[in-house]
């Protein structure tokens, strides 16, 4: 069964750093690109990026290139969200997706507030 | 970015009828493989998000045929046969054509 399980959310101050793990079980996990999405408190949804199986790639929405990095650990089947200088704007439910979003985890909730 | 427009935001329905959503976009989703990259899911209250359809008409495994997905290039539509309880929620259309990919508002299905 595939499973994707997120964790390091909480209460971050605006401006802080925040790194997000996606632990992946069920399948190759270095077989898939995987990728990162949120969802607002207003429901809006929002594709991060995404990584390449190897880790050699990644794309990004334009719009958080500069604060948002993807990685992965494919020996620790993990896949990482590192958000730096976080704003109000970025407190959503953040969500581990495999390849084209055929499976999601659970999400984590982010708060950036002061 | 292809911006998605989803029609109805909301839709109120009784068990057993059947319901059409509509997602356009604002490029044509046809990518340079052929392929069509659009995608419906479904968010059940509480829930993550459950993809559906892919590649516009493509059911995932065990989803169930009274849903089916149509359409090409901008116009694409989600039809739900015979509501059941089991299918309300939030759905979303999802295009994987171009970078970044862009979600629908979202369509949330009531019980009427």
């Known amino acids: 069964e595939v499973q994707l399980v997120e964790s390091g959310g909480g209460l971050v101050q605006p401006g802080a750093s925040l790194k997000l793990s996606c632990v992946a079980s069920g399948f190759t996990f270095s077989d898939y690109w995987m990728s990162w999405v949120r969802q607002t408190p207003g429901k809006t949804m929002e594709w991060i990026g995404d990584i390449k199986y190897d880790g050699s790639y990644t794309n990004y929405a334009p719009s958080l290139k500069n604060r948002f990095t993807i990685s992965r650990d494919n020996a620790k089947s993990t896949l990482y969200l590192q958000m730096s200088n976080v704003r109000s704007e970025d407190t959503a439910t953040y969500y581990c997706?495999?390849?084209?979003?055929?499976?999601w985890g659970q999400g984590v909730m982010v708060t950036v507030s002061s | 970015d292809v911006v998605m427009t989803q029609t109805p935001p909301s839709l109120s329905v009784a068990i057993g009828q059947s319901v059409s959503i509509s997602c356009k976009s604002s490029?044509?989703?046809?990518?340079?493989?052929?392929?069509?990259?659009l995608n419906w899911l479904l968010q059940s209250p509480g829930r993550s998000p459950k993809r559906l359809i892919y590649?516009?008409?493509k059911l995932d495994s065990g989803v169930p045929d009274r849903f089916s997905g149509s359409g090409s290039e901008k116009d694409f539509t989600l039809k739900i046969s015979r509501v059941e309880a089991e299918d309300l929620g939030v759905y979303y259309c999802l295009q994987g054509t171009h970078l970044p990919w862009t979600f629908g508002g979202g369509t949330k299905l009531e019980l009427k």
């Open positions: 997706t495999r390849g084209g979003v055929d499976y």
């Open positions: 590649q516009v008409s």
């Open positions: 490029q044509s989703l046809v990518a340079s493989d052929k392929n069509t990259y």
